[in-house]
């Protein structure tokens, strides 16, 4: 199935020992568009770069995840600090994946704000550790 090809290449990553720290790196602007998205994020998204860009960053927030979840990043990054946490990503085509990420708030050359996000695929143990928690969030 489609997730166990998701799952399989998450594990092969983990596994590996070039496995990079980051997997996947956007870029947002204050309105939470698509600026930039690498590859790594387009192969775990199942969508082209071209699909991403310009688009709303949920368009892979998975329905399991806690609003108070994204209400703390929001917050946190439009009060200029960084946020951490880990998110339950949907993929385009309904099977999901998880990250922990970091958020980095930034100012553009031009002046406008926006947010770096860097994540790198969440162990066993933390995703068995953040769906029970985030069951009990709203």
């Not at 930039?36 to 960053?57: R, V």
């Not at 926006?114 to 069951?135: D, F, H, M, Q, T």
Request: with cysteine.
């Amino acid at each position: 199935s489609d997730q166990e090809d998701i799952n399989n290449e998450i594990q092969r990553i983990l596994d590996s020992s070039e496995s990079p720290d980051i997997i996947e790196m956007r870029v947002v602007d204050e309105k939470g568009i698509i600026r930039y998205a690498n590859d790594e994020f387009c192969k775990f998204a199942e969508y082209s770069l071209e699909e991403l860009i310009g688009n709303p960053h949920n368009i892979v927030r998975h329905p399991d995840m806690p609003k108070a979840a994204f209400e703390d990043l929001w917050k946190t990054v439009k009060d200029g600090k960084p946020w951490k946490g880990f998110v339950k990503n949907k993929t385009r085509m309904g099977s999901f994946y998880w990250v922990f990420a970091t958020v980095f708030p930034f100012k553009s050359c031009d002046g406008s704000n926006g947010y770096i996000s860097c994540r790198r695929v969440a162990s066993p143990e933390e995703i068995k550790k953040y769906e029970n928690l985030y069951k009990n969030m709203k």
